[in-house]
Structures are given as structure tokens and as C-alpha cells.
């Protein structure tokens, strides 16, 4: 049940969360710009992205059963103080002219680990501090505060390089840390209610710490959600990876860089919406409808070599994201007991972080040896109705792998609504999270303090 002030705590934190990511947004830009400015290999970049996202992956098991261990609030503390001293000791070496890059791979791990901490935590908090009519509009924001960063980080770090240096930009980011911590030092979040669940789940750690496994695999609607998720994620992480080639066959940098910020907007647009809104009244529609509507739109960005087309098509897509995302979290929310949430919610994100590491090595060579030659002038695919539709040349073999993603996430949808337990997840799995009474949610007026939206 949520608690009462607990709109109010959510917005304070949620409006620190949003400054912390713009600031390490601007750090993760600033910094990975400086190693390849230093270095020129394209492998030492990849392999920062690498050390920021694998110990997540290890770590998330027994992280989740620890912030169900421990008070959450102190979690997140924590875990953003540890990364701000992180964070300080990069901008310590860097201004004594000694970081290398093994410092900022040490770095991004020990922020990768930190993080496995914080998500879940923050994760499920959400649940103790919104109504669950709210659950929605929360993950709608929490979105929308990604995407912000995503848009605005790239262009304050690229000012700020020119006018107070690469060390400036993580001193500002040291800030947003501190703000942060000191937006959870003046609220509270209470103690989740102990469920039947979780005394049956009380153990060791290392059997805690599988239980969020478990519980998700005793019960074939949220098994199929894992499942249908880590699909898509390996799916737009391959498209991901190649948009960039993509887009360049055809338009230059500053081109490239617009059409991006675009989409961008798109997703800000989509979390603004989704806040506001809080998504369908059934929940599994719109992770369905709008998956199909990403899918249909990553056909477009494909389909022609035409920057109109590709950055409508991209607002499309990015505009949809937060409805799927914000309609799977609600259902999370209301179907897994609060005091088990954390393990639960980890072993979700480690799901999600490990099919993108797999998409990343493979997108590469199948687009090399497979798709871009079938493409080519002479390609076997070139003097087909297929190649009369997509182009031939430069990108074309791009192309097409993100027609085929499109169409295949779309397949992937209508499948996933035919699979009766994913479908009638909200039905068939009981609700472990009340609804509060109303003197508890505030006002109820139109831009009251209380209301997310």
C-alpha cells in the first residue's frame, strides 16, 4: 500500500534521479569522446560500454536480494554516494594529467555495480510511494527523466568541453550526485508489508537471491513477459548498433546527430504522454499494441535512404517506447509482492542487459558477411523487386535488417497476444499491491502537489 505523502516523495526523488542522469550522461559523452580522442580505437570504446554494463548482469541476483534485505532508501543513498566518489577520483586524475583509460573502465565497472543496487531499489520503492491507479504515469516519468538525459546530456556535455574542459563536466556531474543523495536524505519510503511470499522465499542469500527466478518461472504470464522482452532487447540492440552506419551511408555527422536528437524527443514527447495518461486500462494492451506499432515503425527507418523518413520514423518508434515500458512496469508493479520486488525486479534487468552484449557481437558480422553484401551492386538480392524497393549500395543491406527487425517484432506481438498466459496476466495473476484510500493520494485536483501527472 502506498503511503500517505508518498506522491510527494516520489516527485522529490524522481526530480533528483532526473539531474543525476543528465549529469552522468554528460560524463559517459564527455569521457568517451576523450578516449577516443586519446586512443582512436574503436575497441577501447567498446569495451567502456562493455565494463558499464556486464557486472550488472553478474551482480543482479544477489543485489536484488540484498535491497529486499535492506532499507532501500539507504540503498540508493549509498549506492549514488559510492559512484559520486567514483566519479570525483576520475575528475582527481584527470586534472593531475595521470587517468588512463584502465581507470575509466574500473570506473564504468564499479558504476555498473553500483547501479544493480540502485535500479531495483528505486524500482521497487515506486511501488511503496504511488497508488497503483499511478503505477503507470510513474514509470511514464521515470522515462521521460531517460530520455531527458538522453537529449540533453549529449549537447550540454559538447558545449560545456569547450568552455570548462572535460574535468568541468565531471565536477557538474559530482554535483548532480549530491543533489540527488541530498533529495533522499529528506523523505522516507517506508518498509514494504512481509508477504506470505516472502517468508516462504527467507533463506540464505544464495537462495534469495534465486528466488526472483523462481518466482517469475512458477508463473507463465510473467515468464512470458521475461521472455517477450528479451526478445525485443536483443532485437533493438542489433538496430541499434547498426543505425549509425546506416544513417551515415547517406547523410553526414551534423545530419546524423539531428535525425538522433529527434528520436530523442520522441521518447521525451512519449514519457510526458504516458505520465499524464498512465497507459490503457488494460495493461498487456499496451505493451502489445504499441510493441507492434515499434515494429512497423523500425520497417521505416529501412525501408529508404530519406532523412524525413527515417527521423519521422524514429519519433515514431521512440514516441511508443514509454507506453510498452511504463505498461510492463505497472503490471511488475501490481503483481509481484513489494518485499520481494527487488530480487524480482534485478532478475528482470539481468535479462535485459544480457541480450544486448550478445546482440552487439552479433549485428556486426551478419551485416558484413550476410546483409550488406546481398545489397551491394551485383548483390543477389540487387536486381530483385526487393532491391527496387530498398535501394541498392551503401546501407541498403542495413536496410533491410531493419525491415526485417521491424516486421519480425511485429510477429513476435501478434504471437505473444495468442499465448493465452501472457495475455491474461492482469486476470489470471492476482494483484498483490492495494489500492490506497483516497485521503491518501491528495487532492485529486489538476496539477496538485501530490500528482505525478
Known amino acids: 500500500m502506498a503511503a500517505r505523502g508518498g506522491l510527494r516523495t516520489f516527485t522529490i526523488i524522481w526530480a533528483g534521479q532526473l539531474l543525476s542522469l543528465v549529469g552522468s550522461g554528460m560524463t559517459s559523452f564527455a569521457l568517451g569522446v576523450w578516449v577516443f580522442q586519446r586512443t582512436g580505437s574503436a575497441t577501447q570504446f567498446a569495451m567502456i560500454a562493455l565494463a558499464a554494463t556486464l557486472p550488472a548482469v553478474l551482480v543482479s541476483p544477489v543485489a536484488g536480494a540484498l535491497v529486499d534485505r535492506w532499507d ?14 567514483a566519479t570525483l577520483i576520475v575528475a582527481a586524475l584527470l586534472w593531475a594529467g595521470r587517468l588512463e583509460v584502465w581507470h575509466i573502465l574500473l570506473v564504468s565497472a564499479l558504476g555498473s555495480t553500483f547501479g544493480a ?13 504511488v497508488p497503483k491507479e499511478h503505477f503507470g504515469r510513474a514509470s511514464g516519468l521515470a522515462q521521460m527523466a531517460r530520455a531527458a538525459a538522453h537529449v540533453l546530456s549529449p ?12 574535468h568541468g563536466v565531471i565536477l557538474i556531474d559530482f554535483a548532480t550526485f549530491l543533489f540527488a543523495v541530498g533529495t533522499l536524505l529528506v523523505v522516507s519510503i517506508p518498509r514494504p508489508e512481509v508477504s506470505a511470499a516472502g517468508v516462504a522465499a527467507r533463506g540464505s542469500l544464495w537462495s534469495e537471491s534465486a528466488q526472483g527466478w523462481r518466482y517469475i518461472s512458477a508463473r507463465a504470464g510473467l515468464l512470458g513477459m521475461l521472455i517477450l522482452f528479451a526478445a525485443l532487447n536483443f532485437i533493438l540492440g542489433m538496430v541499434n548498433a547498426l543505425s549509425a552506419p546506416m544513417l551515415l551511408s547517406f547523410t553526414t555527422p551534423e545530419r546524423l546527430g539531428f535525425i538522433v536528437s529527434v528520436g530523442g524527443v ?7 504522454v504516458m505520465g499524464v495518461w498512465g497507459g490503457p486500462r488494460r495493461r498487456i494492451h499496451g505493451v502489445l499494441g504499441f510493441m507492434a506499432v515499434v515494429g512497423a515503425a523500425l520497417a521505416l527507418v529501412g525501408l529508404r535512404p530519406s532523412e524525413p523518413l527515417v527521423a519521422a520514423a524514429l519519433f515514431g518508434a521512440l514516441v511508443c517506447v514509454p507506453v510498452v515500458n511504463g505498461s510492463s512496469q505497472a503490471i511488475w508493479q501490481s503483481k509481484v509482492p513489494p518485499d520481494l520486488q527487488g530480487r524480482v525486479f534485478a532478475t528482470r534487468a539481468m535479462f535485459a542487459m544480457a541480450a544486448m552484449p550478445l546482440a552487439y557481437l552479433l549485428s556486426g558480422p551478419l551485416a558484413d558477411h550476410v546483409f550488406i553484401p546481398l545489397l551491394a551492386p551485383g548483390g543477389r538480392l540487387a536486381p530483385t523487386a526487393l532491391g527496387r524497393l530498398l535501394g541498392v ?5 542495413i536496410g533491410l535488417m531493419f525491415v526485417l527487425a521491424g516486421m519480425l517484432v511485429i510477429l513476435i506481438s501478434l504471437a505473444a497476444y495468442f499465448y493465452r498466459p501472457l495475455r491474461r496476466v492482469e486476470i489470471d495473476l492476482p494483484d498483490t499491491v492495494e489500492i490506497e484510500l483516497p485521503d491518501a493520494v491528495g487532492s485529486g485536483l489538476p496539477g496538485a502537489v501530490e500528482d505525478p501527472a
Do not use: C, E, K, N
Not at 532501500?72 to 549514488?80: G, K
Not at 528505486?122 to 510511494?129: D, I
Open 72 to 85: 532501500r532508501r539507504r540503498v540508493m543513498i549509498l549506492a549514488d554516494t559510492f559512484a559520486a566518489l
Open 117 to 129: 543496487f540502485q535500479g531495483p531499489a528505486w524500482q521497487a520503492s515506486v511501488t511503496l510511494l
Open 155 to 166: 549537447l550540454a556535455a559538447g558545449v560545456l568541453m569547450v568552455t570548462i574542459g572535460v
Open 266 to 272: 520522441g521518447m521525451l514527447v512519449g514519457g510526458a
Open 393 to 397: 549500395g551503401p546501407g541498403r543491406g
